[in-house]
C-alpha cells in the first residue's frame, strides 16, 4: 500500500512561524546552536549533496511512542530551511502491545522477530498506523508528508524458515522518494517489503536504514534514539569514533553492550560502502540540529576517518599540503622559510592533510609547534585522534596559544598547566618540575613567529 501525499500543503515559512509552538522550538533549536558561521558551513554541505542526497534518519517506535513533539518540531525545523530527510520508521513496541492485545505470542530469534502469518497481518496495520500518526503530526505544524509504506524495498523470504515471513532486502526502488521529495514532501517509510510476486515481508527498520543509505550514498545517516548516543563505561556518550583508528580497540571492550557493539558493526559496514564524506550520527530528537549544525554536536558521531602516518622527518612530508592546512586552520599566512628552520621531532598527519601536529625539539624538549585541523573536518574526530596519539607518543610536551584561539577551551582541559604571558597562554603535559616549567615558558615565549 503506497498512501499518497497527504494533501495538506507546506505552508510558507512565515505562517509556520507564526505557529507559536514551533515559533518556541526554532528559537530553542538555534540557542543551541553556535556560531552563524558553523551553521552556514554545514548548511551548504547539505545544500550541496542534493534533496535526496541529504539524510537518511532511522526513528524507532519508542521516539514515536514517547517523543514525537520533540520529533515533528526538529524535522519540521529542517523543512524550514529547505533540507528534506528520509525517514525510516520502526513500530517495535507498538507491535508487541498489538499483538499481547490480540493474545498473540511471539519468539525471537537472535533478535529477529518470528513473523507468522497473523503477525505479519498485524504488523502490517501497526506500521501503517505509526507511519500516519507521525504523517498527521508533521501535518499539524505545517510540514507536507508522504506516507509510503510499500514500493521501496524488494526483498527475498530469509533462508533460516523459522523466521517465518521475513525478508532480506534485493532491491531499492528509489523513485517515489525522488518523488515525494520533488513535491516538497518529507518521505515516511515504513519497515516493510515485497517479494517479486508481491508476499508482504517483514524487514528490521536497522537493516532497511542500511541498506536504504547504500543505495542513495546520503550525506547524512542518522539513528535517533532515547540515549541519545553510543554510552562508553561510565554510561556518557562518546563523542565521536574514528573507525579506522579506534574500532579495533572499541570493539573488544568488556563494556560494550551487545546491542551497542551490533551498531557499531553495522555502522562500520555501512560506511565501508559510502564515499568517506559520509557519517553516521545517533542522538535524540531534541538535539538533532545542534548535531547537525555544530562541530561539537550533541550525540556519537561515527565517521570512517583517516589513519594517522608518524614522520620523523621533513622528506616524507608533503609540504605544500602541509602548509595548506596549517594556512586554512589558522587563518594566517606560514612565513616562507618555516619548514627550513624548524627542528622537528614528528610530525603526526591524517592520511589526506587534514589534521596535524608538529612537535619540534626547543632546546631538547618536545614542543607542539602546530596542531591544525581542516575547517571541513570539525566535528569528525581527527583532532581528538591526532591527539591522543600524541600523547600516547609524547608524554612530555609544551605549547603556546595566542589568547584569543578559539580552540583554547579544549587546551584548557587537556593540559597539566597553564600561564598568561602578553598575547600568548603557555601549556604543559606531563611536566611537574616547577623550575623546568618556567624554563619551559620561556623558551616558548621566545620563539619568533611562524604565522603572519
Known amino acids: 500500500m503506497n498512501i499518497s501525499d497527504n494533501q495538506q500543503s507546506g505552508a510558507s515559512t512565515h505562517q509556520m512561524m507564526e505557529h507559536p509552538k514551533t515559533k518556541q522550538t526554532i528559537?530553542?533549536?538555534?540557542?543551541?546552536?553556535?556560531?552563524?558561521?558553523?551553521?552556514?558551513?554545514?548548511?551548504?554541505?547539505?545544500v550541496n549533496a542534493g534533496q535526496t542526497q541529504f539524510a537518511v534518519i532511522k526513528i524507532g517506535g519508542s521516539i514515536i511512542e514517547n517523543d514525537l513533539d520533540n520529533l515533528c518540531s526538529s524535522l519540521s525545523f529542517l523543512v524550514q530551511i529547505g533540507l528534506f530527510p528520509i525517514i525510516v520508521h520502526g513500530a517495535g513496541p507498538q507491535l508487541n502491545t498489538n499483538l499481547e492485545q490480540a493474545g498473540i505470542d511471539c519468539n525471537f530469534i537472535e533478535g529477529q522477530r518470528v513473523t507468522t502469518p497473523a503477525i505479519l497481518q498485524i504488523a502490517k496495520n501497526t506500521f501503517i498506523q505509526q507511519n500516519l500518526k507521525l504523517a498527521n503530526q508533521l501535518q499539524s505544524l505545517g510540514v507536507k508528508t508522504s506516507s509510503i509504506t510499500t514500493g521501496v524495498f524488494t526483498a527475498k523470504q530469509t533462508e533460516n524458515s523459522d523466521l517465518g515471513f521475513v525478508g532480506e532486502v534485493t532491491h531499492i526502488n528509489t523513485q517515489p522518494i525522488a518523488q515525494a521529495i520533488s513535491n516538497g514532501a518529507i518521505p515516511i517509510l515504513s519497515s516493510l517489503a515485497e517479494t517479486e510476486t508481491g508476499q508482504t515481508l517483514n524487514i528490521n527498520a536497522d537493516v532497511a536504514t542500511n541498506q536504504l543509505a547504500i543505495a542513495i550514498k546520503p550525506y547524512k545517516i542518522i539513528f535517533l534514539t532515547g540515549t541519545?548516543?553510543?554510552?562508553?563505561?561510565?554510561?556518557?556518550?562518546?563523542?565521536?569514533?574514528?573507525?579506522?583508528?579506534?574500532?579495533?580497540?572499541?570493539?573488544?571492550?568488556?563494556?560494550?553492550?551487545?546491542?551497542m557493539k551490533l551498531k557499531i558493526k553495522q555502522v562500520a559496514e555501512i560506511?565501508?560502502?559510502?564515499?568517506?564524506?559520509?557519517?553516521?550520527?545517533?542522538?535524540?530528537?531534541?538535539?538533532?540540529?545542534?548535531?547537525l549544525f555544530t562541530h561539537k554536536g550533541s550525540g556519537t558521531l561515527i565517521r570512517k576517518g583517516e589513519s594517522i602516518m608518524s614522520h620523523d622527518n621533513l622528506e616524507t612530508v608533503k609540504k605544500g599540503k602541509l602548509k595548506s592546512l596549517i594556512e586554512s586552520s589558522f587563518q594566517r599566512t606560514l612565513v616562507d622559510t618555516y619548514f627550513e628552520e624548524i627542528s622537528l621531532k614528528t610530525a603526526l598527519i591524517t592520511?589526506?592533510?587534514?589534521?596535524?601536529?608538529?612537535?619540534?625539539?626547543?632546546?631538547?624538549?618536545?614542543?607542539l609547534d602546530k596542531f591544525a585541523v581542516d575547517e571541513t573536518a570539525k566535528g569528525e574526530g581527527l583532532g581528538k585522534a591526532i591527539?591522543?596519539?600524541?600523547?600516547?607518543q609524547t608524554p612530555e610536551f609544551f605549547w603556546r596559544s595566542r589568547i584569543e584561539n578559539p580552540i583554547n577551551s579544549f587546551y584548557y582541559k587537556k593540559s597539566d598547566g597553564c600561564q598568561k604571558s602578553g598575547e600568548w597562554i603557555v601549556f604543559w603535559v606531563g611536566f611537574n618540575d616547577m623550575q623546568l616549567i618556567q624554563k619551559l615558558i620561556a623558551i616558548a615565549l621566545s620563539k619568533p613567529k611562524t604565522l603572519k
Not at 552563524?36 to 548548511?43: D, L, R, S, V
Not at 592520511?351 to 614542543?367: K, Q, S, W
Open 228 to 259: 541519545g548516543g553510543l554510552l562508553d563505561e561510565n554510561g556518557k556518550i562518546i563523542s565521536s569514533i574514528n573507525l579506522i583508528t579506534e574500532y579495533s580497540n572499541l570493539i573488544e571492550q568488556p563494556w560494550l553492550q551487545g546491542g
Open 351 to 367: 592520511y589526506c592533510y587534514r589534521a596535524a601536529a608538529i612537535i619540534t625539539n626547543e632546546e631538547g624538549y618536545p614542543f
Open 271 to 291: 560506511l565501508s560502502q559510502l564515499p568517506s564524506t559520509a557519517s553516521v550520527s545517533i542522538t535524540k530528537p531534541e538535539n538533532l540540529a545542534k548535531e
Open 387 to 392: 591527539w591522543e596519539k600524541l600523547i600516547s
Open 27 to 46: 528559537i530553542q533549536l538555534l540557542s543551541n546552536l553556535a556560531n552563524p558561521q558553523e551553521i552556514e558551513q554545514y548548511f551548504k554541505r547539505f
